[in-house]
Every structure is written in C-alpha cells, then in structure tokens.
C-alpha cells in the first residue's frame, strides 16, 4: 500500500514561490517513483500574510495549524523591501521564522556546505585546494547560548553604559545537539568536529566534557575539537577535510554562513531544523528551507537557482518522511543536471557562462535524471 504524509507548504515570498513550485515538481516526479504520496495544505507566510491580513500577522494562525498538523514544514524564503518598515516585531523574519523556530522548539539547525567537484571554480577558495570540492554538514545549535541567555541588557554602571549578554548551556541541550551530530556522521563519512572556545568560556568547558561522553555512544566516529577560531581558519584553508561539524548557536550563525560563501552560490543550499523526535521512529518534525533568502534582486525574472529549494525536498524525506531512497534520487538528479553543464546564473561563471539556463529549465534537468 503506498504511503502518505502530510506537509504543510508556505512559499513565502520573492523567489520562494518561484523555486517552491519547480520544487514540487520534483516532489510530484519522485512520488510517482517511489510509490508514496504528499497530502499538502499550502499556506501563506511572511509578507505574503501581511499583504492578505491588511498587515496584521505574518504567520496566520491558520499557518501554524497546518504545520501542527504536518510531518515536516517546507518553507521557502521570507522578506523583501516592502515589508522593511514595518514595525520589527511584524517583519517576515522577524515575525514568522522566529516563532516558528520557537513554536515547534526547532533546535537543531543542519546547513551542508556543498561545493560539487564541477563547481569550483565558483567558489572562492583557491581551485587548487579544492580539487574535488567538498561537502561539509555544519549542525548549529539553534534555541540556546547568548542570543537567548539571560540576563541580557543595557544599564548605568560607575557613570557608564553598559549591555551584557549571557551564553548559558544546559547539560541537556548540549547531549541532544551532539547526539544529532554524531547520528549524522554515522550517515556520512562518520568524523565530528566539535567546535568551541574551551580556552576562555565555561559553557564551552561544559560543552566538550558533553562531546566526549557523548562520543561513548557512537564509537565508530571519530571525534576532534577545535577552538573557533582555528574551525573559521581551517574552515577556508581545508574545507575537503572536513565531515560533520557541530557547534554551539553563535559559532554556528558564523561558521555556517563562511560555510556558505565557500561553497559558491546560496542557491545551492538547502538546510534543515529540526524538533523533537517523532516517538517510536529515528524521524524528527522538522523545518526544511533554503540557505539563502528572498533574493528581491532577482525575483519574478525566472532566474533563481531552484536547487536549494530541491534539495530542502531531499532533507524534508531523509529525516521527517523516511523516504530515504526518494532523497539519494533527487541528490543525484540535482548533481548529475550539474555534471551535465547546466547552470543557473548565479554558478554559471567564468567558461560557463554561455551554460546558463533559467529555474524552469534546471528543474526540468533534474526531472531527467530521474
Ligand atoms: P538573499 O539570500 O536573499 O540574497 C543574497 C544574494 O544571493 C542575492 O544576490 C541573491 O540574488 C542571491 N541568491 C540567493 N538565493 C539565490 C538563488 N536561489 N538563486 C540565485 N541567487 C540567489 O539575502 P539578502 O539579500 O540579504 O536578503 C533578502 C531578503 O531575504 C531580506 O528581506 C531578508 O530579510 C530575507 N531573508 C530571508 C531569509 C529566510 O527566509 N530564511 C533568510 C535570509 C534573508
């Protein structure tokens, strides 16, 4: 009998209708391979819910009901100039991503940092260093440390201002990070780096004594650590030799956006968050979205790279679906429409850019090599 899952589907705006309908053409193609089904309750989200409730919200609770109802949100991107002065609390960013993060407690925050052997020459580190490119998988504590700690302020102090914030860690909000991490790396090449600054911070103190208990668990990976300063370094120096990376919230912000700017283009990258996991299953309820944003620079011109938003399809079946085999398929669709030359503007530099196709005509590649 053929499975089905619920998603719930929200765009959002500028190029995230765009690449979230060639998205779920994908989604259609690999169902129909794979012998599955979606039942999807498409909602709106950010402007796009600003524009519909006379700026009121932008997340409806009618937005947040599909999610709760659903087995993994897939999101698109939110923002633009037209919602930029609004007051901050309403901003699509502000207003929508945050409280869905904090609504369904999303606190792990997985960003691969994939440049393809054929797409160095985008990236900006030196081609000889890269000469297979590489593929890295940074996994970002996402609802703890400094942003959230308290207390956090601004005061008078011997006649002088000061703020403060405080980055505080729970034994138990380091284990589950790690555990996701290291469960990760067992799907992979099966090596952690655990990234802190153990040097200056206690939570860091507090975080590698987790890391190495942790590391019990799962003794066929390998586990390394290294302050952040050196990660960022070597990070830009060696990305090839890097596996999983995991770390805590403000390192991670950090390291996954060098991660990404390595890597080449953000219409490359897809990235998850997840929740809580799903009893009696190894699946988690989880947010799959692009890395990058609403890209108003270049939206309703047909031109986004639909890949970042392809992929996040991919995550949404690996890790809230359990349709493994569905998401190798559409990995290796998106990495053979590349092999093949087809090039979006944003990786079509250099001696491809007489290669360049528009979102419509990448996504059908990928739908080719299904
Ligand atoms: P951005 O990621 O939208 O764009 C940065 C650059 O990358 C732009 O030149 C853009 O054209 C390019 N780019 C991004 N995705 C691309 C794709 N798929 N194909 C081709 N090129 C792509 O970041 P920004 O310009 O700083 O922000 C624009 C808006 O997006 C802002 O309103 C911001 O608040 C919002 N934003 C939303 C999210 C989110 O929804 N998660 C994340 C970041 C920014």
């Known amino acids: 009998m053929s499975r089905t899952h619920r998603i719930a589907v929200l765009a959002g705006d500028g190029i995230g209708p765009e690449v979230m309908t060639d ?27 600003l524009d519909a409730t006379n700026n009121e919200t932008p997340l409806p609770a009618e937005t947040i009901s599909a999610c709760e109802n659903s087995d993994g949100i897939l999101f698109g991107s939110v923002g633009g100039p037209k919602w930029e002065t609004l007051p901050p609390d309403i901003q699509p960013e502000r207003g929508a991503l945050l409280p869905l993060r904090k609504h369904f407690g999303l606190f792990a925050n997985l960003r691969p940092g994939v440049c393809m052997p054929s797409l160095t020459h985008a990236s900006p580190v030196k081609n000889e260093l890269i000469p297979n490119g590489f593929d890295v998988l940074c996994v970002r504590e996402l609802t703890g440390g400094v942003y959230f700690g308290s207390p956090k302020g601004r005061e008078e102090r011997d006649g002088e201002t000061v703020a403060f914030d405080t980055m505080i860690y729970k034994r138990s909000e380091i284990d589950r990070i790690l555990r996701v991490a290291f469960t990760a790396a067992m799907g992979r090449g099966k090596r952690l780096v655990s990234v802190d600054k153990a040097n200056v911070l206690a939570s860091s103190v507090l975080w590698r004594e987790v890391a190495i208990e942790v590391a019990k668990d799962y003794p066929e990976v390998e586990l390394e650590h290294l302050y952040v300063d050196n990660a960022a370094m070597q990070l830009c120096r060696r990305p090839d030799s890097f596996d999983v990376l995991v770390t805590e919230n403000l390192f991670g912000d950090i390291l996954s956006d060098e991660m990404a700017m390595i890597s080449g283009s953000l219409g490359m990258l897809p990235s998850a968050s997840l929740g809580g996991q799903k009893e009696g299953s190894d699946l988690y309820f989880g947010m799959y979205e692009p890395s990058g944003g609403s890209a108003p620079d270049i939206a309703g011109q047909g031109i986004a790279n639909p890949i970042a938003q392809i992929l996040s399809v991919a995550m949404l079946l690996r890790f809230s679906l359990g349709e493994t085999d569905a998401a190798k398929a559409i990995e290796a669709a998106a990495s053979a429409a590349i092999d093949k030359g087809f090039r979006t503007g944003d990786i079509a530099t250099g001696a491809d850019a007489e290669k360049k196709v528009g979102t419509t005509e990448m996504t059908d590649a990928i739908l080719a090599g299904l």
């Open 23 to 49: 998205a779920l053409r994908v989604l259609d193609a690999v169902e129909a391979k794979f012998d599955f089904t979606t039942e999807r309750n498409v909602q709106l989200v950010g402007g796009a819910a």
